[in-house]
């Protein structure tokens, strides 16, 4: 991809590559970050063996280990105070196994959180794998295996940045840092805010950097500055009550599956947009990518025409996004020769920054409703909903951040939106309002999280640890004030 770096009030006014802060020893953290960069690059991939998956249906001891293996990493990094923590889900079963480590800050210094989880997707098909999920591979610049981009390496940047810190600054460090490694992201955070909640002051700070989000392309560091929200819920159309024979009762009556297909069909108009009245949609977008850089990064078919209007980043970015993720159906298999009283479709609405989660899902059911093919009876079922995220880019810690980014990889950072959600990052603004966020990857374009054959591009991973130790050194120096 060829970014155009986004514009922000603050850019004339922010050191960039080859202009450190003042006080910085960023030559010291850069040497420091590669005495060390073999070992750590070791430990990541000893954490890349655990199979830690904290999905109800797979065995949990690996996922326990997977903790154990954190909390000691953090306390050879110097930490004394590491807890291994967790709270209940609803029916009273415990979630994943949650890492929290502190160092408190010294007087006057303010206190950042780094955020990482150490449970992973599962492997998926072992036959699509070019190498074992679970043995880390080195092969041309890249590290392979689960996990490995997503975001055991997230965890290790933390830990590679603070022990570069805390050697290059030494009694001068006094920044407080707490370490935060998630155990059930993948499964959908199910314990996320009740564990907030049961752990707000020990988890109180003034800036969280989440680690689990992408570089704009290999080479080219990128702060994740919005996400889209999330709606799903269920769509049933119903015609009969029971299933009838297709050549003694079709002609008169359309089928449930027909309906419901036609019903789908209303979401979008003849270019592909979303057809909700009443959602957010802009066009304001920082960074731009070509048709064929998407199409190559996201495997459309040649003589696939996309969809929608408008810039393909804003597509992506800040425009909403619905699929339909499910169909209940019979097999073409096992089909007879029936009318089919009932059909249900599953659907996913990505939400455009600035949209409401509740009137999203209200215009969803208003639309469907309004839209019922030949007067079927459609049922609306809600079903999980996040907010979407938008960064405060005039922040100090924003400011800070896109500095330390464009000094790690030698070229200015840009600002970036995501087409994915990350909806516990609402839960850290409802519990901390007047934290700064600050939304972070070691992932690329390539890096195929939760697919077969995820990797880490080594070289920019060891620019994030730069990056990071950059930030950890300018927050202490400067402060937020």
Known sequence: ????????????????????????????????????????????????????IAWPSFDPAPLEASAQAVAELLRAAGLE???????????????????????????GKPTILLYAHHDVQPPGDPAL?????????????????????????????????????????????????????EGEEEAGSPTFRSFLETHRELLRADVIVVADSSNWKVGIPALTTSLRGLVDGTIEVQVLEHAVHSGMFGGPVLDAPTLLSRLIATLHDADGNVAIEGLVSND????????????????????????????IAARLWTKPALSIIGFDAPAVDVASNTLLPRARAKFSLRLAPGQDPAAAMEAV?????????????VVFTPGESGKSFLADTSSKAATFAMWALGEAWGVPAVEMGIGGSIPFIADLMDVYPDVQILVTGVEDPDSRAHSANESLHIGDFRNAVVAEALLLARMNAEGLA
């Open 129 to 181: 794998w070019e190498t074992e999920p679970f043995a880390a591979v080195e092969r041309d610049g890249r590290l392979y295996g689960r996990g490995a981009a997503d975001d055991k390496a997230g965890i290790m940047a933390h830990v590679a940045a603070y022990a570069a810190a805390t050697e290059v600054l030494g009694t001068e460090f006094g920044l407080g840092v707490t370490f935060f490694c």
């Open 365 to 377: 059911q208003r639309h469907v409703q309004a839209n019922a093919p030949f007067g079927a009876k």
């Open 1 to 52: 991809m060829s970014p155009t770096p986004a514009a922000s009030p603050s850019d004339a006014n922010t050191p960039g590559p080859g202009h450190p802060a003042p006080a910085i020893d960023a030559d010291g953290l850069r040497l420091s970050v590669a005495g060390s960069f073999a070992t750590t690059l070791h430990r990541l991939k000893e954490l890349v063996a655990i199979p830690g």
């Open 284 to 311: 304001n977008v920082g960074v731009e990518l070509t048709e064929a850089e998407y199409r190559a990064d996201s495997s459309v078919l040649d003589g696939v025409r996309l969809a929608g209007t408008g810039s």
């Open 81 to 107: 105070d590491v807890q291994v923590l967790r709270s209940n889900k609803e029916d009273g079963t415990p979630g994943g196994p949650a890492v929290v480590a502190r160092r408190r800050a010294a007087e």
